[in-house]
């Protein structure tokens, strides 16, 4: 492969796995302690990027052992900032749970996913997170009941630019911590 085409698949090889990079990166989650692969799905599916101190005290209260297991995944280089690459691992795994009810799923970030779960109240007891981008659709109205079955939801989190036009209509009493 020459130069050329190397940089030009450096912008694919940033968001989709490789075959062998996956099963590779799949072997070190699968190594991690059971409490330790659930802090890893929870930052590629919802905290990457955020403060490590802030994550802690959102986690506080799971029974995850936070402090130890954010120690453990340092060291395995799976940091708060983690890689886009583990990230996307962390994000196949959880699609994994339920392919084709994502209702099902620990935690749900495809906008067009959730908006189906949402819309057709199919979220169910293992949902724990929703990490929403909503900047892809012009208006979102949610009933009532949307949220009813995510009886373990314990994360939502939106992400909404200023600059975004996009209208969020939320059942009564429910707010975002966008």
């Not at 190397?6 to 490789?18: C, D, H, V, Y």
């Not at 005290?57 to 453990?72: A, C, H, K, M, R």
């Not at 699609?95 to 749900?108: A, M, V």
Request: glycine share 8%; charged share 25%.
């Amino acid at each position: 492969m020459n130069k050329a085409e190397q940089e030009s698949a450096l912008p694919r090889l940033r968001t989709i796995l490789n075959e062998d990079v996956r099963n590779v990166l799949r072997v070190g989650y699968d190594g991690l302690h059971e409490k330790d692969r659930s802090i890893f799905l929870h930052i590629a599916c919802l905290f990457n990027g955020e403060n490590v101190d802030y994550v802690k005290q959102l986690l506080s209260s799971s029974g995850l052992d936070v402090n130890f297991g954010i120690e453990v995944l340092s060291r395995c280089k799976l940091t708060i900032m983690m890689h886009s690459l583990l990230q996307q691992l962390g994000r196949e795994v959880v699609c994994e749970q339920s392919i084709d009810e994502p209702g099902k799923r620990q935690f749900l970030g495809d906008a067009s996913e959730i908006y189906d779960v949402l819309v057709d109240n199919t979220g169910s007891g293992p949902v724990l997170g929703i990490s929403l981008d909503i900047s892809k659709f012009n208006e979102w109205f949610l009933n009532e009941r949307c949220f009813g079955g995510m009886h373990n939801l314990k994360f939502y989190k939106s992400s909404l630019s200023k600059e975004d036009q996009t209208e969020l209509h939320y059942p009564g009493g429910l707010l975002s911590a966008s």
